[in-house]
């Protein structure tokens, strides 16, 4: 059983910072891709960084130059830093990995529950 639990969302003024984390837990072999993905209110999930256990990282755009992704392998905890945050990230941010259970075998998305950040004045 593999769980994935985020914490840190909130209420932020606009153009202010948030950081979120992750942590997972649970019986399983290893962790590759870690990332964060969100969803807004009527729209489809869509990525928003991730980053490989060598430390590889790859931001979508809108993401790129303000979110900062990282990860601690020994903790098992990913973290995504937001800053100049605006009411259009306002979203519900999901914690994602691809975990393999058993050495040799295909990685699996899991998901996190999801934690509220909303950006408003």
């Known amino acids: 059983q593999v769980r994935l639990v985020e914490s840190g969302g909130g209420l932020v003024h606009p153009g202010g910072s948030l950081g979120l984390s992750c942590a997972a837990s649970?019986?399983?072999?290893?962790?590759?891709?870690m990332g964060w993905y969100r969803q807004a209110p009527g729209k489809e999930r869509e990525l928003v960084a991730h980053?490989?256990?060598?430390?590889?990282?790859e931001y979508v755009a809108f993401a790129r130059g303000r979110f900062t992704i990282s990860r601690d392998n020994a903790a098992k905890t990913v973290t995504l830093q937001m800053t100049s945050l605006s009411p259009e990230d306002t979203a519900v941010y999901y914690c994602?990995?691809?975990?393999?259970?058993?050495?040799?075998?295909?990685?699996?998305?899991?998901w996190g529950q999801g934690t509220q950040v909303t950006v408003s004045s």
């Open positions: 994602n990995a691809l975990v393999r259970t058993r050495p040799f075998q295909t990685p699996r998305d899991y």
């Open positions: 649970g019986n399983f072999f290893s962790i590759s891709t």
């Open positions: 980053v490989q256990p060598e430390g590889t990282v």
